[in-house]
């Protein structure tokens, strides 16, 4: 994704789709005992080095959860289904807060689970590919549901961002 601004132009690469074929067949083949060895990954797999997988859903559902906080002119454009260009500076932000927003709170939850002296945090115990998943199920199944994720304090759910592009 290139992404110019006047005096500098930046190339950003989101690894979404490479990202999600090594988390999904990780999770998929997951073992039922922790002591059988992952058929695909035997030697141990770095999940908890890949970031969240930058799509349209989840940073809809963490705008929800007042995770993010967008500005007025956005969420015009978005209400109104007005097409992104892609990498467009809106769409950009869009995808790139949301990696941000997911290690902030992998990073609060290994806060907190210190704090409760929960194993003291381990690092490699709560990933983002984790949060990730469970984000994106919660988007899917708000997704009907009139006043989307019941019992917390939410943001009004915005439709997601549309851009064309093969990069999701
Ligand atoms: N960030 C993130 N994006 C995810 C997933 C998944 C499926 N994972 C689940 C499957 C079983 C487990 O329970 C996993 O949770 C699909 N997608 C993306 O969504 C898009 C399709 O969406 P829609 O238009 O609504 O069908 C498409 O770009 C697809 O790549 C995820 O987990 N995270």
Avoid: C, N
């Amino acid at each position: 994704m290139i992404y110019s601004r006047p005096f500098a132009t930046l190339t950003v690469y989101i690894w979404k789709r490479a990202q999600i074929l090594v988390a999904e067949a990780w999770a998929a083949f997951y073992p039922a005992s922790p002591s059988t060895p992952h058929p695909l990954f035997p030697t141990g797999a770095a999940i908890h080095e890949l970031t969240m997988f930058a799509d349209y859903r989840v940073p809809q559902i963490l705008h929800h959860l007042r995770i993010l906080s967008y500005p007025p002119a956005l969420v015009k454009l978005l209400r109104a289904h007005v097409p992104l260009a892609p990498g467009s500076p809106e769409e950009l932000a869009i995808r790139t807060a949301s990696i941000v927003a997911v290690e902030r709170v992998r990073q609060e939850i290994l806060r907190q689970a210190e704090e409760d002296d929960e194993g003291s945090g381990d690092d490699e115990d709560v990933s983002s590919v984790l949060i990730d998943f469970y984000l994106w199920d919660l988007a899917k199944r708000a997704e009907g549901e009139a006043d989307g994720v019941g019992g917390v304090e939410t943001a009004p759910m915005l439709p997601i961002h549309r851009t064309r592009s093969i990069w999701y």
